[in-house]
């Protein structure tokens, strides 16, 4: 073993994995709304979700509502990832700019996708049955897929992809431009995500 060596470790790929406060609360209120919408326009739209159904943007602006008091409620998560980034925060220029919800029942599943022209994305587990679907995320680093000797063994840096196991009330957040998935829901229940983009607006 050699004892005398340094690893440095640049541009980590960071993903911010909070436990929301009164999660329960939430779920209840959010699964009713998400439902609701559900049935008032059944067939969604589509983007990365291959027979899951996708919300249209949530509206927002009911201050009474429990999707706004949700979005209340995610304010510090968003604003300590922006700490831990070491960027400015400048409360009043952060931006939720669209947020949504997917259910995926059984054998549904969301293609590799980003988010772009956005900072940072988050999605948050309100619901999240055993083998419901892991989300997955892709090494960004493209040399890194298509350029490697033969792996002795897993490691962080010889990674193409990963993922994250998630219980209900969690809520991750990550660069806009990580590629992301989810697998398929290999469950008897729906797997119910909400998914955010967060811009900062840097004009003054």
């Known amino acids: 073993m050699i004892s005398n060596r340094e690893i440095l470790k640049y541009f980590p790929q960071p993903i911010f994995k909070y436990k929301v406060d009164n999660f329960a609360y939430f779920n209840k209120g959010l699964s009713e709304y998400i439902y609701k919408l559900n049935e008032e326009d059944k067939e969604g ?18 201050k009474n509502s429990i999707q706004h008091k949700f979005l209340l409620e995610t304010t510090k998560y968003v604003f300590d990832t922006i700490k831990n980034y070491g960027w400015k925060l400048i409360p ?4 939720v700019t669209e947020m949504w ?4 029942k059984p054998n549904d599943f969301n293609v590799i996708h980003t988010h772009p022209n956005s900072y940072l994305s988050a999605a948050y587990y309100v619901k999240a049955p055993e083998d419901g679907g892991r989300f997955v995320i892709d090494n960004p680093l493209n040399v890194a897929t298509h350029s490697y000797p033969a792996e002795e063994k897993k490691t962080e ?3 193409k ?7 209900e009330g969690e809520l991750l957040i990550f660069p806009a431009y ?5 697998s398929e829901n290999n469950s008897k229940e729906d797997r119910i995500v909400i998914s ?7 004009f003054k």
């Open 196 to 202: 955010f983009n967060v811009n900062i607006n840097n």
């Open 92 to 95: 009043s220029r952060t931006i």
């Open 101 to 104: 919800a997917i259910i995926n």
């Open 178 to 182: 990580l590629p992301h998935k989810v």
């Open 45 to 62: 739209i589509i983007r990365s979700n291959k027979g899951g159904w996708h919300s249209k943007p949530f509206d927002l602006k009911d």
């Open 161 to 167: 992809t990963a993922g994250l196991k998630i219980e």
């Open 157 to 159: 840096f010889n990674l």
